[in-house]
């Protein structure tokens, strides 16, 4: 059975960090491109962030409202996807969710989220 | 970035209606569409991939279409779990956009 769980939101003030980590069982972590997607209280999904897999090099890709300021990593031998957050703003508020992306061994690679975790929540707020 | 347009925003409908939501890529996604069903408190789940295809365990009442940059969910017969925010997302760009929301509430 495909697992994600999220740790690590909390309550920071605005202008720290954070960091969110999610543990992935169930299937070839190292085969599937990884994202994250928040959602702010009552509003829609946002796309945060995304890592490839090794055949892509481990490449990154960046919504522009977090573009240097967040980071999305992973570590292929632990099966956990980071996301470590800096200069946290209050509008970054939101649950924070690991979704796991497509299948990748190769090439373009498009596909939806097709598994998701059930979120963590981040607060900024002082 | 491509921008969702997804509309209505909300809808009310009883059971046993014919549903449909409709999503606007402000260009070409190819058919490169997913649509996701969300309830209060859980995590979104993916209904439609591709545009058309259905995703493994979903009813066969959801279908997905396409025309062009124009993308629709119909739910055939409104179920009571149906009653729910549906949102489109594109993920053909390197830079992935989800639609506005819509949420189905019981007329």
């Known amino acids: 059975e495909v697992q994600l769980v999220e740790s690590g939101g909390g309550l920071v003030q605005p202008g720290g960090s954070l960091r969110l980590s999610c543990a992935a069982s169930g299937f070839t972590f190292s085969d599937h491109y990884m994202d994250w997607v928040r959602q702010a209280p009552g509003k829609g999904l946002e796309w945060v962030g995304r890592t490839r897999n090794r055949p892509h090099s481990y490449t990154t890709e960046y919504a522009a409202s977090v573009k240097g300021r967040f980071t999305v990593s992973r570590d292929d031998s632990r099966n956990s996807f980071y996301l470590q957050m800096n200069y946290l703003q209050t509008e970054d508020t939101a649950v924070y969710f690991c979704?796991?992306?497509?299948?990748?061994?190769?090439?373009?690679?498009?596909?939806?989220?097709?598994?998701w975790g059930r979120g963590t929540l981040v607060t900024v707020s002082s | 970035d491509i921008q969702m347009t997804q509309f209505p925003s909300t809808l009310s409908a009883s059971v046993g209606d014919r549903v449909t939501i409709t999503c606007r890529a402000s260009?070409?996604?190819?058919?490169?569409l997913a649509w996701y069903q969300q309830k209060p408190g859980e995590a979104p789940k993916v209904l439609i991939y591709?545009?058309?295809r259905l995703e493994s365990g979903v009813p066969s009442r959801f279908s997905g279409d396409r025309s062009g940059t124009e993308f629709t969910l119909t739910i055939s017969s409104l179920q009571p779990g149906d009653f729910a925010t549906y949102y489109c997302?594109?993920?053909?760009?390197?830079?992935?956009?989800f639609g506005g929301g819509t949420k189905v509430e019981i007329k």
């Open positions: 979704t796991r992306g497509a299948f990748c061994s190769g090439g373009r690679c498009p596909g939806p989220f097709d598994y």
């Open positions: 997302q594109q993920y053909n760009s390197y830079s992935l956009t």
């Open positions: 260009q070409s996604i190819s058919g490169e």
């Open positions: 591709d545009a058309s």
